[in-house]
């Protein structure tokens, strides 16, 4: 469909495609690691539960990285972590961030990994970068039998009034979808072939930011990274006057849902 424009108006920025946004992290990787939220204990707890083992020990391979996240909470868990990462921006502050775990450059649709690698195979906030299926075979033949795939990703609370008002100007302001972001954590899209049996977690939980803080998380996300500086920087500057109105004390208290799901392969 064809967005009508108003006489004098600029045309409305086009479209980036699914590439450009997946390599947009890698020119704002230090602001996206100094800003993104983490994960909550309880996402832990709960891959644990569902795997039907401790990290602790376990062989994890972290595929898209990023800026090593997750990889920091899975390394302090006792995990022995590789991780994976295409980007070379996002790789460098992996480095920065966690010199002494391994880190190469690969992506989840071509594993650079040897066959029956890993207990765990997991993938925060990137499993909707890959092409599922490619993923998919690809961590069947990294794990062992019996071994655990894990997707997850942090997704905005809509139930939340000031969210969802907040999600429905970013709707407005790049003609997106937000809700669509919630159908990433769901079994079919993540596996259309149904070569997996995903159990399904939700967990969540909440993280209280200066206005600073949650604006350059907003500012981190792919569709402000290639929609135009001067189109997200509009947007940013009119989001601040909002947020002021509902946190006047300058502190944004984020809710998140961590939709989790977690797959073994057989183990004969």
């Known amino acids: 469909m064809t967005t009508p424009v108003t006489r004098g108006e600029a045309p409305p920025p086009a479209r980036p495609d699914r590439g450009a946004r997946a390599h947009s992290f890698n020119a704002a990787a230090a602001q996206y690691a100094a800003n993104r939220p983490s994960y909550p204990p309880a996402l832990l707890d709960a891959l644990e539960e569902l795997a039907g083992r401790p990290l602790a020990g376990a062989r994890v391979v972290d595929a898209g990285a990023g800026t090593g996240i997750a990889t920091a909470l899975l390394h302090a868990r006792g995990a022995d972590v590789l991780a994976v990462e295409p980007g070379a921006g996002m790789a460098a502050e992996f480095r920065r961030a966690l010199p002494d775990v391994p880190v190469v450059r690969g992506d989840g649709n071509a594993l650079p990994l040897a066959a029956h690698r890993a207990d765990f195979l997991t993938y925060a906030q ?70 997996l049996a995903f159990t399904r977690r939700d967990i969540r939980w909440s993280r209280r ?38 946190f006047p004390d300058g502190v944004v208290e984020e809710t998140y849902d961590v939709n989790l799901l977690v797959a073994r392969t057989p183990t004969g």
């Not at 429905?168 to 596996?191: L, Q, S």
């Not at 990274?225 to 509009?234: F, K, M, N, Q």
């Open 126 to 195: 990137a499993w909707h970068w890959t092409d599922p299926a490619r993923a998919v075979p690809e961590a069947c033949r990294v794990l062992r039998p019996g071994g655990a795939l894990a997707l997850w990703w942090n997704t905005d609370a809509l139930d939340v009034p000031w969210i969802a008002a907040a999600a429905r100007r970013i709707e407005h302001h790049f003609e997106i979808d937000v809700a669509a972001e919630k159908r990433n954590g769901d079994a079919r899209a993540a596996d259309p072939a149904h070569t």
């Open 209 to 246: 930011v200066p206005l600073d803080v949650h604006l350059a998380n907003l500012g981190s996300h792919s569709v402000f990274l290639t929609h135009g500086a001067d189109h997200a920087a509009a947007f940013l500057a009119e989001e601040r006057r909002h947020l002021l109105a509902v």
